[in-house]
Every structure is written in structure tokens, then in C-alpha cells.
């Protein structure tokens, strides 16, 4: 038996399928993965994510030890509860974990980080914490749902009384804020509006029920992942991990190399990697029949390369992937499938966003 969340016993009244996921006892699907999916482009999904760790860093020097470790530079976060995803790197550039931290005040920040990857994580951010003087507390008394789609702030909102509710409903994206016990926060990871909402694990069930009668519709992991990789979204262990630098797994864009005077755990290794790349992450989109799955061989003009994540994308009914290639790779590739080598297509990710399609057919 594995870990469970205060949802678990919900999960199984709703009919889900429960599977393995990291050590956790998580729901698959309610029934229909493809339904699911679509409710999520349409309308609004709610997908349980309180496997995932909130740790709570408190501290006069908490910017200060944020700024040393991570690629994404925290002082770009000026205005209370606004967030920001980064990686957690190790001194050769390999990511350790990627994550969202949000700036609440000066001496506290709180962080969401991968479920797969929390005790790593904690040892990691604890045993840089002691120089700076820093605390950290994993909030395992918190509950955690994602609310997605574009419905899925109005349904969200409508459990709140008028004033808060209004106040919710203003949030920019990547800001979060405390509604009386609620943490909500406008971030999620499907490519959808919504909202990733923390709360006292108690009132999961009853949180559950309310948004159920709102008509958010539960999803589970199957559809998560389907969505984003639509969205051309990392995830940790397929697309991110410690072989690999954010560089060449298609998060690039987190790395902040600007002020040149800032040191980050890492640093010089991404220099090394920028000025002479290897490898990139791209999307492929599968020009013949057939459904593209991590692990595949791809081949391309400059070299081989390898699929990270595959799918058959709903939204689109073809088959889509992230894949890292040799850098530079552009246009008609192979991928091996089955012994068989079939054509496919590098496309720049996202594929979908806000439920349309982003890539020429």
C-alpha cells in the first residue's frame, strides 16, 4: 500500500482507478481518461494534488538563500504572493527538481515542489538553509487541489462569500493570496486557467464536494499528463532530471543569468552548456499512424536523439511528443516505432493552449 492523501477514500467512492504514482495511491481516471481531458478544455477539471509538498521558508535572509539556489532569480518577485517557477539545480547544472515559489513577505516564501522528489528536495534545501540562517517546514497539515479550465475560476470563486470572492477572481496569473484558510494561488499545469488552491487537510472532502456541485468535474493523472504535454509542459523524471541542465530540457527561459553578478548553484556549468550546446528539447508532431512514447529513438539529419515524453494528443487527435535532439534539429525526422522508422515533424511546443490549437496540421 502506498501514501494517501485526505482524498484518497473520496477518490474510491467516486470509481476511480487507483494506480502507483511516486509511492502514492493516486486516481488514474474516474472512468473515461478522453472525457476527462476534454471537460478540462471545455469547462473545468479537478484534479487532486496534495501529494505535492508546500514547505513554508521563514527567515531575515530568505531572498538572500533563494537568489544562491535556484536558476530563476527571486528578485524579480517584488509584489506579495506573486510566484515564480524555477529549477533547483545541482553544481553540474542537473536538475534536481523544477518548482513554483511565490513571495509572501520578506522573511517568508513558500515553495511547491514534485511529489517524487520531496525528500531529496528537503535534504537539499536543508542543508544550504543552515549558512543563511533559514527555516523550513514541510506543511503536511495542507491539502492541495487544481481547479482547471475556463470555467474553472468562476466555479471556483462561487464558494466564496462576495467580497473574497471578488478579490479571487482579480488574481493575476502566477499570483496567489490567503482567502480566510484558503492559499489560492492562479498558476496550474495544463495549459488552462484556474487556480491550485492549499488548504487545512480536514476540509478536503467537504472542498471536494462543494466544487462537485459547482460542476467541476474530477480528472485524474491520466488526463494531467495528456494536458500537459499539450500544453508542452516538463515533467520531472521524463523531460527534467539530473542528467540534464534546463538548458537542453526545454526550460531555458527559467534560467536567469541576468544580473551577471548573481552566483546560483549551477552557474557555471549552464555557462558552459550556453556557449556550446548539445542537445535541445523540441516538439514532434507523428506525421504517419502510430502513437510516439518515451524512450522512442528519433532520428534526425544531425543525429539520434529520444523522445522524453509521448502521447496521442485528444485536442488534436494525432500523436505529439517532447523529444531532445541534437540542437539545431529542424523539420522531417524518424522516429522508431516497433522496429519501424516513421516520419514525424519538429513543431515548436506549446501544442495547446486555452483549448486551441497552437501547430499547423
Same mark, same amino acid.
Given at each position: 500500500?502506498?501514501?494517501?492523501?485526505?482524498?484518497y477514500?473520496?477518490?474510491?467512492?467516486?470509481? @476511480?482507478?487507483?494506480?502507483?504514482?511516486?509511492?502514492?495511491?493516486m486516481?488514474?481516471h474516474?472512468?473515461?481518461?478522453i472525457?476527462?481531458?476534454?471537460?478540462v478544455?471545455?469547462?473545468?477539471g479537478l484534479?487532486?494534488?496534495?501529494?505535492?509538498?508546500?514547505?513554508? /521558508?521563514?527567515?531575515?535572509? =530568505?531572498?538572500?538563500y533563494l537568489?544562491?539556489?535556484l536558476?530563476?532569480?527571486?528578485a524579480?518577485?517584488?509584489t506579495?504572493?506573486?510566484?515564480?517557477?524555477?529549477c533547483?539545480?545541482?553544481?553540474?547544472?542537473?536538475?534536481?527538481?523544477d518548482l513554483?515559489?511565490?513571495?509572501?513577505?520578506?522573511?517568508?516564501f513558500?515553495?511547491?515542489?514534485n511529489?517524487?522528489?520531496? @525528500?531529496?528536495?528537503?535534504a537539499?534545501?536543508?542543508a544550504?538553509?543552515?549558512d543563511?540562517?533559514?527555516?523550513?517546514?514541510?506543511?503536511?497539515?495542507?491539502?492541495?487541489?487544481?481547479?482547471?479550465?475556463?470555467?474553472a475560476?468562476?466555479?471556483?470563486?462561487?464558494?466564496l462569500?462576495a467580497p473574497?470572492?471578488?478579490?479571487?477572481?482579480a488574481l493575476?496569473?502566477?499570483? @496567489?493570496?490567503?482567502?480566510?484558510?484558503?492559499?489560492?494561488?492562479r498558476?496550474?499545469?495544463?495549459?488552462?486557467?484556474g487556480?491550485e488552491?492549499?488548504?487545512?487537510?480536514?476540509?478536503?472532502a467537504? =472542498?471536494?464536494?462543494?466544487?462537485?456541485?459547482?460542476? =467541476?468535474?474530477?480528472?485524474?493523472?491520466?488526463?494531467?499528463?495528456?494536458?500537459? /504535454?499539450?500544453?508542452?509542459?516538463?515533467?520531472?523524471g521524463?523531460d527534467?532530471?539530473?542528467?540534464?541542465?534546463?538548458?537542453?530540457?526545454g526550460?531555458?527561459?527559467t534560467?536567469?543569468f541576468?544580473p !551577471?553578478e548573481r552566483?546560483?548553484?549551477?552557474r557555471g556549468?549552464l555557462?558552459?552548456a550556453?556557449?556550446?550546446?548539445?542537445?535541445?528539447?523540441?516538439g514532434?508532431? /507523428?506525421?504517419?499512424?502510430g502513437?510516439?512514447?518515451?524512450h522512442q529513438?528519433v532520428m534526425? @539529419?544531425?543525429g !539520434?536523439g529520444e523522445?522524453?515524453?509521448?502521447t496521442?494528443?485528444?485536442?488534436l487527435?494525432?500523436s505529439i511528443a517532447?523529444a531532445?535532439?541534437?540542437?539545431?534539429?529542424q523539420?522531417?525526422?524518424q522516429?522508431?516505432?516497433r522496429?519501424?522508422?516513421?516520419?514525424?515533424?519538429?513543431?515548436k511546443?506549446?501544442?495547446?493552449?486555452?483549448?486551441?490549437?497552437?501547430?499547423?496540421?
Amino acid at each position: 500500500m502506498g501514501l494517501k492523501t485526505p482524498l484518497y477514500d473520496t477518490h474510491v467512492r467516486e470509481g @476511480a482507478k487507483i494506480v502507483d504514482f511516486g509511492g502514492w495511491d493516486m486516481p488514474l481516471h474516474y472512468g473515461s481518461q478522453i472525457d476527462e481531458h476534454h471537460a478540462v478544455r471545455t469547462d473545468a477539471g479537478l484534479f487532486d494534488v496534495s501529494h505535492m509538498a508546500v514547505l513554508d /521558508l521563514g527567515g531575515a535572509r =530568505v531572498r538572500e538563500y533563494l537568489r544562491f539556489l535556484l536558476a530563476n532569480d527571486v528578485a524579480k518577485l517584488k509584489t506579495p504572493g506573486k510566484g515564480l517557477y524555477s529549477c533547483l539545480l545541482r553544481d553540474d547544472g542537473g536538475v534536481i527538481d523544477d518548482l513554483i515559489v511565490y513571495f509572501m513577505t520578506e522573511s517568508w516564501f513558500r515553495m511547491v515542489v514534485n511529489a517524487g522528489t520531496r @525528500a531529496k528536495d528537503l535534504a537539499w534545501l536543508v542543508a544550504k538553509a543552515a549558512d543563511f540562517g533559514v527555516s523550513i517546514q514541510e506543511r503536511r497539515d495542507l491539502a492541495m487541489l487544481a481547479v482547471q479550465g475556463p470555467n474553472a475560476r468562476a466555479k471556483t470563486a462561487s464558494l466564496l462569500p462576495a467580497p473574497q470572492r471578488d478579490a479571487v477572481l482579480a488574481l493575476g496569473p502566477f499570483v @496567489a493570496a490567503e482567502f480566510g484558510t484558503w492559499f489560492v494561488a492562479r498558476t496550474g499545469y495544463t495549459g488552462e486557467d484556474g487556480f491550485e488552491i492549499a488548504f487545512p487537510a480536514p476540509a478536503a472532502a467537504a =472542498v471536494w464536494t462543494a466544487l462537485r456541485a459547482a460542476g =467541476v468535474r474530477p480528472a485524474g493523472l491520466g488526463a494531467r499528463d495528456t494536458l500537459r /504535454l499539450e500544453a508542452g509542459l516538463s515533467l520531472y523524471g521524463n523531460d527534467l532530471d539530473e542528467k540534464h541542465d534546463p538548458l537542453s530540457s526545454g526550460v531555458a527561459w527559467t534560467v536567469a543569468f541576468e544580473p !551577471a553578478e548573481r552566483q546560483f548553484i549551477g552557474r557555471g556549468a549552464l555557462e558552459r552548456a550556453r556557449a556550446a550546446p548539445r542537445f535541445e528539447l523540441v516538439g514532434l508532431l /507523428l506525421e504517419d499512424r502510430g502513437v510516439l512514447r518515451s524512450h522512442q529513438a528519433v532520428m534526425t @539529419a544531425l543525429g !539520434a536523439g529520444e523522445i522524453t515524453s509521448g502521447t496521442f494528443s485528444p485536442t488534436l487527435s494525432r500523436s505529439i511528443a517532447l523529444a531532445r535532439v541534437p540542437a539545431g534539429t529542424q523539420g522531417a525526422v524518424q522516429v522508431e516505432i516497433r522496429g519501424k522508422l516513421l516520419a514525424a515533424r519538429v513543431v515548436k511546443p506549446p501544442f495547446v493552449r486555452h483549448g486551441k490549437p497552437l501547430i499547423s496540421m
